[in-house]
């Protein structure tokens, strides 16, 4: 994973190397977005650890590469406002599907225009789509059960990132009444999403990122699989990894929102919380 910056994206805009990929609402990128760019939210469906689930999304993110139009040779560069985690999804997306060539916007749409580059508001997208054949990376991927069987095995961390009471069990955090049981994986190591960036939304540094995670006992010589609730904070902390230096790194999609309908699965909680 790279991130590039507002100059090098316009170079390679200009010279028709890159794809800039918005990742935010359609609504949003009609307000304004990056001259050329293809609107692609990356939240149009979610990973569920059954086959027809399965299934279902990965004919999703075969949609999702086809309507970028890659022709084969351009770097795919996601970007939002800021460092956010639509654009990681996106990044995460492409990586899942094999395509090798992908970046985030260093700062975003936001930094961007703190550059002086400008906005369109053309309604269109500027590629025409091109079918997508898939090369599944399936050492990017992680299912329920792929996060049940980690527990126990010292080569695998279970990174949670959501918030402290989501981690402990004590509250639902952003997604109230939806999960039907509080708690998380069993085994989990915890550190909240927000850590790994800064207060602009930029990523922290390789090295302080590998000093936090250090401290939780999460280092690059294991694999790490990534979770929160429903995938998107996991999305971004899979990038914050990856541009770290950790190579072995999986996002569990459909995350603890998945995990916490499968009834024969366990899930642990603090005991205050009980």
Same mark, same amino acid.
């Given at each position: 994973?790279?991130?590039?910056?507002?100059?090098?994206?316009?170079?390679?805009?200009?010279?028709?190397?890159?794809?800039?990929?918005?990742?935010?609402?359609?609504?949003?990128?009609?307000?304004?977005?990056?001259?050329?760019?293809?609107?692609?939210?990356?939240?149009?469906?979610?990973?569920?650890?059954?086959?027809?689930?399965?299934?279902?999304? #990965?004919?999703?993110?075969?949609?999702?590469?086809?309507?970028?139009?890659?022709?084969?040779?351009?770097?795919?560069?996601?970007?939002?406002?800021?460092?956010?985690?639509?654009?990681?999804?996106?990044?995460?997306?492409?990586? @899942?599907?094999?395509?090798?060539?992908?970046?985030?916007?260093?700062?975003?749409?936001?930094?961007?225009?703190?550059?002086?580059?400008?906005?369109?508001?053309?309604?269109?997208?500027?590629?025409?789509?091109?079918? @997508?054949?898939?090369?599944?990376?399936?050492?990017?991927?992680?299912?329920?059960?792929?996060?049940?069987?980690?527990?126990?095995?010292?080569?695998?961390?279970?990174?949670?990132?959501?918030?402290?009471?989501?981690?402990?069990?004590?509250?639902?955090?952003?997604?109230?009444?939806?999960?039907? #049981?509080?708690?998380?994986?069993?085994?989990?190591?915890?550190?909240?999403?927000?850590?790994?960036? %800064?207060?602009?939304?930029?990523?922290?540094?390789?090295?302080?990122? #590998?000093?936090?995670?250090?401290?939780?006992?999460?280092?690059?010589?294991?694999?790490?699989?990534?979770?929160?609730?429903?995938?998107?904070?996991?999305? %971004?902390?899979?990038?914050?990894?990856?541009?770290?230096?950790?190579?072995?790194?999986?996002?569990?999609?459909?995350?603890?929102?998945?995990?916490?309908?499968?009834?024969?699965?366990?899930?642990?909680?603090?005991?205050?919380?009980?």
């Amino acid at each position: 994973m790279q991130f590039v910056d507002s100059a090098w994206l316009a170079a390679h805009l200009a010279d028709g190397s890159a794809i800039a990929v918005d990742t935010r609402t359609a609504q949003e990128y009609a307000q304004g977005h990056i001259p050329g760019a293809v609107s692609a939210y990356p939240y149009g469906a979610q990973a569920v650890s059954t086959p027809a689930g399965d299934a279902q999304f #990965r004919a999703y993110v075969v949609e999702y590469m086809t309507n970028l139009g890659i022709t084969g040779d351009e770097t795919l560069v996601f970007y939002a406002m800021k460092n956010e985690t639509t654009d990681a999804r996106g990044l995460w997306t492409a990586d @899942f599907a094999g395509y090798e060539d992908s970046a985030l916007l260093a700062g975003g749409l936001h930094q961007w225009l703190a550059e002086g580059h400008p906005l369109s508001q053309e309604q269109d997208n500027a590629r025409q789509r091109v079918a @997508f054949t898939p090369h599944w990376h399936e050492a990017t991927f992680a299912t329920a059960d792929d996060a049940a069987a980690a527990h126990g095995d010292p080569h695998v961390v279970l990174l949670d990132v959501r918030s402290e009471g989501e981690y402990t069990g004590s509250a639902q955090g952003r997604y109230a009444g939806v999960n039907p #049981r509080l708690g998380r994986i069993p085994g989990s190591v915890w550190i909240e999403w927000t850590e790994l960036a %800064h207060a602009d939304g930029t990523y922290k540094s390789p090295d302080e990122i #590998r000093q936090l995670l250090a401290a939780k006992g999460v280092t690059p010589d294991k694999e790490v699989i990534t979770y929160c609730q429903g995938g998107g904070r996991a999305a %971004h902390s899979y990038a914050a990894l990856k541009s770290a230096g950790f190579g072995d790194v999986r996002h569990y999609v459909g995350s603890f929102g998945d995990y916490s309908r499968r009834a024969d699965l366990p899930i642990e909680k603090d005991a205050e919380t009980d």
